[in-house]
């Protein structure tokens, strides 16, 4: 992703995903979406929208939709079961137990449950039987119950659609990756003639000692875990964008 900032800078406009039809569930995939649900939406939700390009949030990525963990014959994904039949029961070169565990994280079908909207029978999506199994979290993962949580992704996408809309520098700013060699911090600058903003991603379970990339004579314009000010502790999915503020 940082590559395409550069390369299509001034050549062509970035379409920035995560999700889609074809991917699986990216906290369930690159985050954790058990113990750090939130924060880690959040944190990809940060470095996505940061980026130069127009962001794409596909169904259910908007309130921290996970992977399913259904049984090998529950998934319909023509791809998978001929994958299965291949590699598991002709060439037999991955047990059932560990295709099923990379199906966990990488089928396609994860992205294709039906959108969770509330609690209700078949997460509200139809009253009738849909096509595709209902992921059996809908009961506690939906629309209803984001919007109505403290700590609400929905929220937090809201906010940074509102960055978007209000400021050139999203839209026009340069691009810099920093930390290009820190295994888990993801932090880039973006700047517009005077005004310089760092996007920053804490994307492991482990807190984080960050390097010096800024100065004390910063804002916070979004964050995930609220503080008063930056320290150089990174909590686990921490993320934040902050402003420089020239004195």
């Known amino acids: 992703m940082s590559d395409w900032q550069v390369n299509l800078r001034e050549r062509g ?12 569930r990216v906290i369930s995939r690159w985050g954790n979406d058990t113990d750090y649900r939130y924060e880690s939406a959040t944190a990809f939700a940060t470095i996505l929208h940061g980026m130069q390009g127009t962001p794409y949030i596909y169904q259910g990525e908007e309130i921290g939709m996970t992977n399913p963990k259904f049984e090998l014959e529950e998934y319909v ?21 560990d295709f099923l565990s990379a199906v966990h994280k990488v089928s396609r079908d994860n992205a294709r449950t039906p959108m969770q909207w509330n609690n209700t029978q078949n997460a509200g999506f139809s009253i009738s039987e849909p096509w595709f199994k209902v992921n059996p979290n809908y009961k506690d993962i939906n629309v209803e119950a984001d919007i109505k949580s403290e700590k609400s992704i929905f929220r937090f996408y809201q906010q940074l659609i509102t960055l978007r809309h209000q400021e050139e520098i999203l839209k026009n700013g340069t691009y810099e990756l920093l930390l290009p060699n820190h295994p888990a911090i993801f932090a880039y600058k973006r700047q517009l003639d005077n005004k310089e903003w760092i996007v920053v991603a804490n994307l492991s379970n482990q807190i984080q000692e960050i390097q ?31 402003e420089k503020i020239n004195k």
């Open 13 to 24: 406009w970035n379409a920035l995903y995560f999700e889609n039809h074809d991917r699986a």
């Open 212 to 242: 010096e990339i800024f100065s004390d004579n910063y804002r916070f314009v979004i964050q995930n875990i609220l503080r008063k000010s930056i320290n150089q502790e990174l909590q686990p999915y921490e993320s934040f964008i902050i």
């Open 77 to 97: 994904d023509i791809e998978l079961r001929g994958n299965y039949e291949h590699f598991v029961l002709d060439q037999k070169t991955i047990s059932k137990e």
